[in-house]
């Protein structure tokens, strides 16, 4: 349910045309068909660089940068890739998030830089010809380790499949049993360092596309070189999907890395820096404005995950009240809640009564409760 404060907050400060941008520039010069010097991406908290709406197409993003500079008729980059995060903090988990959350797909890593919401899709099939289960991960990278433990189910054994990344590294176990006459399955898992590895993603991109890369793939963290922007050169800018689009993902949904990576980007447009501190900050002086006490609402994140976090079923209905009444964005913030027996995470719900196609409204979810 904190989802609708993160998202009411995004709306009213940023505006529903907002888009999270990402810049490309050149520390170095241009000379013929190649760039001498690092190419660098600077990010400001994108979530959308995946597939999510490009018809599952994971490199489109990266493809229309690469278009980008095949169009400047580089073919050569004589240097590094390296990934500014700076604009972020590097505290990718919430406070208050369960330690073995770490691997699942709903707790990936904020990150001023993502790819594929800072996950890896594994995919597992029975492979018939050689009596095997096999499991691959896309992107496959040889950064990312997966160790393959799972075993055919033998008789009434049911497809039973665990997935852990090991604290710290992005060595993946996978694990259990797998039915041979199963269909493939797909699961997920974290990466630690996103910004590595999305980097680590687009330099095999760009040599895939026929753009050679003569230097490393880096997080600015491990940059020897001090950034000075003011001489650097600004390619091109990458823009997201609006942010009226960006928040169905998270209310339909119940997204949790895209409600982290607004959260923070609140915090950046509005106050300079990218943290749960500051996005919280912002929202709360909206809050302020409403008619809400931010006294007496305790959020540490932005999608809810957290323990910590305490709202009132008061509060929660003052905030309807009043997005209810906002006509800049009510319509916004309305059609971005699931649809009772239609969408989102509540499809499958109330379907066949006199709420289906009418109720819409947010889940919220603990164990053993609705």
């Not at 241009?30 to 600077?42: K, P």
């Not at 995946?50 to 008729?73: A, C, K, Q």
């Not at 960006?246 to 915090?267: D, H, M, P």
């Not at 006509?327 to 969408?343: E, H, M, Q, T």
């Amino acid at each position: 349910n904190l989802k609708l404060f993160t998202t009411a907050g995004g709306l009213l400060l940023l505006g529903p045309d907002f888009r999270f941008s990402t810049n490309i520039l050149l520390n170095g010069y241009q000379s013929g068909s190649t760039l001498y010097g690092d190419l660098v991406i600077q990010g400001r908290g994108d979530p959308t660089i995946s597939g999510r709406f490009y018809n599952d197409d994971i490199n489109f993003v990266y493809d229309t940068w690469i278009d980008s500079l095949l169009e400047m008729g580089v073919t050569n980059i004589n240097g590094n890739i390296v990934g500014d995060d700076d604009l972020f903090d590097d505290i990718g988990l919430g406070n208050g998030w369960a330690w073995d959350y770490e691997t699942d797909w709903y707790a990936a890593q904020s990150s001023a830089i993502s790819f594929n919401d800072n996950c890896v899709d594994i995919s597992i099939y029975y492979n018939q010809k050689y009596d095997s289960v096999i499991v691959s991960s896309t992107p496959s990278l040889r950064s990312i380790v997966i160790l393959n433990n799972v075993k055919p189910a033998v008789g009434s054994e049911r497809t039973n499949i665990e997935v852990v990344r090991e604290r710290g590294t992005n060595v993946i176990t996978v694990s259990g049993k797998f039915r041979k006459d199963a269909d493939s399955l797909i699961t997920y898992a974290t990466v630690q360092n996103p910004t590595q590895f999305a980097m680590l993603v687009l330099k095999h991109r760009l040599e895939k596309r026929g753009i050679r890369v003569n230097g490393y793939a880096i997080d600015i963290d491990d940059y020897e070189r001090a950034i000075n922007y003011t001489d650097l050169e600004l390619l091109f800018v990458s823009q997201s999907e609006n942010l009226s689009e960006i928040v169905k993902v998270i209310n339909k949904g119940s997204q949790n890395f895209f409600a982290e990576q607004l959260l923070k980007t609140i915090g950046l447009e509005k106050i300079g820096f990218g943290s749960v501190t500051n996005g919280v900050n912002a929202v709360k002086e909206v809050f302020a404005d409403i008619g809400l006490n931010p006294e007496n609402i305790v959020m540490v994140d932005g999608s809810g995950l957290s323990h910590i976090n305490m709202v009132t079923p008061r509060q929660i209905v003052e905030l309807l009240k009043y997005m209810y009444s906002n006509k800049r964005v009510y319509s916004d913030f309305y059609n971005s809640l699931p649809i009772a027996g239609i969408d989102g995470t509540l499809g499958k719900r109330m379907k066949n009564t006199t709420a289906e196609n009418v109720v819409r409204a947010k889940t919220g979810y603990i164990s053993h409760v609705r």
